[in-house]
Antibody
Framework: EVQLLESGGGLVQPGGSLRLSCAASGFTFSSYAMSWVRQAPGKGLEWVSG????????YYADSVKGRFTISRDKSKNTLFLQMNSLRVEDTAVYYC?????????????????WGRGTTVTVSS | IQMTQSPSSLSASVGDSVTITCRAS??????LNWYQHKLGEAPKLLIY???NLQSGVPSRFGGSGSGTDFTLTISSLQPEDFATYYCQQSYFTPYTFGQGTKLEIK
């Protein structure tokens, strides 16, 4: 069974940093692209970032470009999201999601398995 | 690409059929996916590439459309179908979602 388990969320002050992790199991991790998607309180889903199966290609939403960095560790079957210069508007539940293929930037890309999320709160 | 769903909320009864619409700000061919999300749970893929039913999803869910206009139809609503539904374009990054349609029990 494919499973994704996010961790690393918490309370952080504006301007601070946080690193999210997503432990993957039940599939060949390096064969699939992965994404982070977030949901701010009372809002809808927002795609944040994606990374190819090899880790060689990364993509970001304009709202986080230059502040967030997505990465993956094949040996640990783990996806990461390093979040720097955090803002109040980054407050959200962050979900990791498995992609349907090895590349993010493909018409056929969709997110077929999701984790239950980890909560990030940015507040002073 | 902006994605606009309608309605934003919808009330229906068990056994009803409902249709949710998603419109893209430009043509996205058939590269449109639908997800179901219940509070506190992981979102769930329902339909990919406009009309393909994800494995394990009941056949009462159906998707159609191409270009800029898409629909998600749920026939014979079941109690477990009351949730929020999102469309998402995969035409190019950054991928974008609609604002969501909350389906509530009447």
């Amino acid at each position: 069974e494919v499973q994704l388990l996010e961790s690393g969320g918490g309370l952080v002050q504006p301007g601070g940093s946080l690193r999210l992790s997503c432990a993957a199991s039940g599939f060949t991790f390096s064969s699939y692209a992965m994404s982070w998607v977030r949901q701010a309180p009372g809002k809808g889903l927002e795609w944040v970032s994606g990374i190819s199966g090899s880790g060689g290609s990364t993509y970001y939403a304009d709202s986080v470009k230059g502040r967030f960095t997505i990465s993956r560790d094949k040996s640990k079957n783990t996806l990461f999201l390093q979040m720097n210069s955090l803002r109040v508007e980054d407050t959200a539940v962050y979900y990791c999601a498995k992609g349907s293929m090895n590349t993010v930037n493909s018409y056929q890309y969709y997110m077929d398995v999701w984790g239950r999320g980890t909560t990030v709160t940015v507040s002073s | 690409i902006q994605m606009t769903q309608s309605p934003s909320s919808l009330s229906a009864s068990v056994g009803d059929s409902v249709t949710i619409t998603c419109r893209a700000s430009q043509s996205i061919s058939s590269y449109l996916n639908w997800y179901q999300h219940k509070l506190g749970e992981a979102p769930k893929l329902l339909i990919y590439t406009a009309s393909n039913l994800q494995s394990g999803v009941p056949s009462r869910f159906g998707g159609s459309g191409s270009g800029t206009d898409f629909t998600l139809t749920i026939s014979s609503l079941q109690p477990e179908d009351f949730a929020t539904y999102y469309c998402q374009q995969s035409y190019f990054t950054p991928y974008t979602f609609g604002q969501g349609t909350k389906l509530e029990i009447k």
